[in-house]
Every structure is written in structure tokens, then in C-alpha cells.
């Protein structure tokens, strides 16, 4: 079976090096272009165009998914396509141009999430776990019938890293049973309850600003579901703080009693520091200010000379 392999983050990497360890033909890759990044704005290769030229593996960047690109993949009589992250939105015909079509490796367990931020929705929201699904691409978002599933659980302290990095490997392990039963005639074509289905958007701004009046359980998901990337924040005196790190802390209950304004700093205990929300105490560990380092939250305030009574908005 020869393959045409399409991915682009971190996240597509394990399934592309799980397919070549699994003795699957992959005569090129395709990739986005090389894009300038950091200070320096130097263009650097992506993860996946990295790996693939660490495999000695042919990496093309085509402008566009159209009929030249149709005609490559005859040329190079390639049977299957894989998609793993690929950040484009593949047009029907070349979706019908390969004799076995295409299967996408899909973080979620659909028809739940489906979209372009499976893994982040999920944590945000509190699920209790998530997985990967296979499955057959098809012109509508993530609709295409399933192959293959498998759940992990998510922790109450996992961060959106933790989660990504777990279905990374299964994501891999799981595309490569796929196309072993694939062909071998063992898979059965699994359609979709649509009626079901439920959507993971990009992630905005917005959904970055910690809103202190959502109970403290709503805030832990939503910095555990956007850490490492893009980060949650509060703001102090119109300055950005990201919340690096912060939890709910069983012990102590007792404080949670205790009135304070939304926003307001209630408690300092070591190195952490209370904050009072709708509901609860939300205990901040880790912040960075805008343009710093990331200290504890304690160092925050003692740099700051702030103290209990203070609010961050």
C-alpha cells in the first residue's frame, strides 16, 4: 500500500513515523510551506516536514489541492491517503481521486468535537476523557464514517499538553491497526449519528480572559485547557498575567467561606494565593506577567506589594 501521508503539527508526527516502523510505503509528504517564527521572523519547517526529512522521506508544499496535484498522486500511484492534522480542507475530487480514499486520525471521540479544536474544547468543558477516532474523510467537517476508537481519561489535572501529547501516541498506534485491518478486509465502516454530533471552534481571544465570576471548578478547566498554548489570562491593572498554573484544593475548605469581591485575593498559603470566584476559591500557583518569566504566584504578589483585599479583573 502505497501512501501519501499530509500532516503538519507535533501532533502528526508519532502516526507518521508509526506508519514508515510499520513497513508502510510513503513515497512523500506534503506539509505547509516554511513559515517565519520567533523574533528573528526566520522561516523554519514544520514538525512534521522536520520529521519526514529525518525518514529521507520527499516533503512537497502545493499551492494548491487542484488537478496538478490530482495528476502527482497518479504519477506516483499512490492507493491511500493519511491525514493527520493538515490544518487545509481537502476539495471532493481529490478526496475521489485514490483507489482506497483517505482516513483522517481525528482527536476525539466522534461524533463529539468534531472541528478544529477537539482537544482544548474537551478539557475546557471538564470531561472525564476523550480518544482518538479513524476515520474514512468525506466533504463534510469530521462527518465521514468511523473506522477504529479508543478512549483515554483525562485527569482532573491534566493540562491541554498532557492530553495532546497521550493522543499523539495512540493517535499513532491506532492509525496504524486501522490500516493493517484495512487491508486485510477486517473494517467495517461505522457511519456517524449526526444528530449526536457537537463542534470544537478555533479558540479566540476571548476564550483566553478568565472571567472571575464563573465558579473556581469552570476557571481550573479553562487554564488546565488552554495551557501550554495559548495560555488563559487575568488581567491587573489592564496588564495581561497569564495563569500558568493553579488548582482547587480540597483542604481548606473552610476558606472558601470566607466573602470576598470576584477577582479579589483572599488567602496567601506558601506560594499560592486565593482568589475568590463565583463559587470557591481558585488557588493560582503559577503566573507570568506579560514580557516576564514565570514566577509563583506568591512572588507575583510580593513583587507587585499587593496583598488580601486586592482584585485582579
Same mark, same amino acid.
Given at each position: 500500500?502505497?501512501?501519501?501521508?499530509?500532516?503538519?503539527?507535533?501532533?502528526?508526527?508519532?502516526?507518521?513515523? /508509526?506508519?514508515?516502523?510499520?513497513?508502510?510505503?510513503?513515497?512523500?509528504?506534503?506539509?505547509?510551506?516554511?513559515?517565519?517564527? =520567533?523574533?528573528?521572523?526566520?522561516? &523554519?519547517?514544520?514538525?512534521?516536514?522536520?520529521?519526514?526529512?529525518?525518514?529521507?522521506?520527499?516533503?512537497?508544499?502545493?499551492?494548491?489541492?487542484?488537478?496538478?496535484?490530482?495528476?502527482?498522486?497518479? @504519477? !506516483?500511484?499512490?492507493?491511500?491517503?493519511?491525514?493527520?492534522?493538515?490544518?487545509?480542507?481537502?476539495?471532493?475530487?481529490?478526496?475521489?481521486?485514490? %483507489?482506497?480514499?483517505?482516513?483522517?486520525?481525528?482527536? &476525539?471521540?466522534?461524533?463529539?468535537?468534531? =472541528? /478544529?479544536? %477537539?482537544?482544548?474544547?474537551?478539557?475546557?468543558?471538564?470531561?472525564?476523557? $476523550?480518544?482518538?477516532? $479513524?476515520?474514512?474523510? &468525506?466533504?463534510?467537517?469530521?462527518? =465521514?464514517?468511523?473506522?477504529?476508537?479508543?478512549?483515554? *481519561? #483525562?485527569?482532573?489535572?491534566?493540562?491541554?499538553?498532557?492530553?495532546?501529547?497521550?493522543?499523539?501516541?495512540?493517535?499513532?498506534?491506532?492509525?496504524?491497526?486501522?490500516? !493493517?485491518?484495512?487491508?486485510?478486509?477486517?473494517?467495517?465502516?461505522?457511519?456517524?449519528?449526526?444528530? @449526536?454530533?457537537?463542534? *470544537?471552534?478555533?479558540?479566540?481571544?476571548?476564550?483566553?480572559? #478568565?472571567?472571575?465570576?464563573?465558579? /473556581?471548578?469552570?476557571?481550573?478547566?479553562?487554564?488546565?485547557?488552554?495551557?501550554?498554548? %495559548?495560555?488563559?489570562?487575568?488581567?491587573?491593572?489592564?496588564?495581561?498575567?497569564?495563569?500558568?498554573?493553579?488548582?482547587?484544593?480540597?483542604?481548606?475548605?473552610?476558606?472558601? $467561606?470566607?466573602?470576598? !469581591?470576584?477577582?479579589?485575593?483572599? /488567602?496567601?498559603?506558601?506560594?499560592?494565593?486565593?482568589?475568590?470566584?463565583?463559587?470557591?476559591?481558585?488557588?493560582?500557583?503559577?503566573?507570568?506577567?506579560?514580557?516576564?518569566?514565570?514566577?509563583?504566584? &506568591?512572588?507575583?504578589?510580593?513583587?507587585?506589594?499587593?496583598?488580601?483585599?486586592?482584585?485582579? $479583573?
Amino acid at each position: 500500500m502505497r501512501i501519501v501521508f499530509m500532516g503538519t503539527p507535533d501532533f502528526a508526527v508519532p502516526s507518521l513515523r /508509526a506508519l514508515v516502523e510499520a513497513g508502510f510505503e510513503v513515497p512523500f509528504v506534503v506539509s505547509r510551506p516554511d513559515r517565519p517564527r =520567533g523574533r528573528g521572523q526566520q522561516k &523554519s519547517a514544520s514538525p512534521v516536514k522536520i520529521a519526514a526529512q529525518e525518514l529521507g522521506i520527499p516533503v512537497y508544499h502545493p499551492v494548491k489541492l487542484d488537478d496538478s496535484f490530482i495528476e502527482q498522486l497518479k @504519477e !506516483q500511484k499512490i492507493d491511500l491517503g493519511v491525514v493527520v492534522a493538515f490544518g487545509r480542507i481537502l476539495p471532493l475530487p481529490l478526496l475521489e481521486s485514490l %483507489p482506497l480514499g483517505w482516513v483522517n486520525v481525528h482527536a &476525539s471521540l466522534l461524533p463529539a468535537y468534531r =472541528g /478544529a479544536a %477537539p482537544i482544548h474544547r474537551a478539557v475546557i468543558a471538564g470531561e472525564k476523557e $476523550t480518544g482518538i477516532t $479513524t476515520m474514512v474523510m &468525506s466533504e463534510g467537517l469530521d462527518e =465521514g464514517d468511523m473506522l477504529l476508537q479508543e478512549k483515554i *481519561a #483525562i485527569h482532573p489535572d491534566d493540562t491541554v499538553g498532557h492530553v495532546h501529547d497521550k493522543l499523539a501516541l495512540v493517535g499513532a498506534d491506532l492509525l496504524v491497526k486501522t490500516l !493493517q485491518k484495512w487491508e486485510q478486509g477486517e473494517l467495517k465502516r461505522i457511519p456517524q449519528n449526526h444528530e @449526536e454530533a457537537t463542534y *470544537a471552534s478555533m479558540l479566540h481571544r476571548e476564550d483566553e480572559k #478568565i472571567q472571575w465570576h464563573y465558579n /473556581a471548578e469552570t476557571i481550573h478547566n479553562q487554564v488546565r485547557g488552554l495551557t501550554p498554548w %495559548p495560555g488563559a489570562y487575568m488581567e491587573d491593572q489592564g496588564k495581561v498575567v497569564k495563569v500558568v498554573k493553579g488548582r482547587l484544593r480540597i483542604e481548606g475548605l473552610h476558606l472558601a $467561606t470566607e466573602e470576598g !469581591q470576584l477577582g479579589e485575593i483572599v /488567602a496567601i498559603d506558601g506560594d499560592e494565593v486565593a482568589i475568590a470566584t463565583g463559587k470557591g476559591l481558585y488557588w493560582l500557583q503559577e503566573l507570568r506577567p506579560s514580557g516576564s518569566k514565570t514566577m509563583t504566584a &506568591s512572588a507575583y504578589v510580593r513583587g507587585r506589594r499587593i496583598s488580601k483585599g486586592y482584585c485582579f $479583573t
